[in-house]
């Protein structure tokens, strides 16, 4: 029997993955997603965002529609353009001191 995708997403724990997850990650993301896209006020991006630190750059897989008004599937951004959007996202101002301390360089080696 399929666990309900609301107690799914409930139980999901990054410290403590169950052995299913690595076996079929994809019932945990559509639970997640399906919570995001019945969020009050019309649902939240969902994006999984993988990062290199040296410098910060971001590789970014929106996982519903509401993140991929924001970012394409595998777009790579800096540092200052993925904290730039997420503060768009949720409609704050970004301050220019913390626009100018964040990295705008991508190496070469991962640019598209």
Do not use: H
């Amino acid at each position: 029997m399929d666990t309900p995708d609301s107690e799914l997403a409930a139980s999901f724990q990054l410290s403590s993955l169950p052995g299913a997850f690595y076996d079929d990650p994809y019932p945990t993301y559509r639970a997640l997603r399906d919570l995001a896209d019945g969020y009050r006020g019309g649902g939240l991006p969902f994006l999984i965002a993988f990062y290199w630190k040296e410098p910060w750059v971001f590789r970014v897989l929106p996982v519903n529609a509401k993140a991929a008004e924001w970012f394409t599937s595998g777009e790579v951004v800096s540092e200052r353009t993925f904290v730039t959007r997420l503060y768009l996202m949720r409609t704050l101002v970004i301050r220019d001191e913390v626009v100018s301390k964040l990295c705008d360089t991508i190496p070469s080696v991962l640019a598209a």
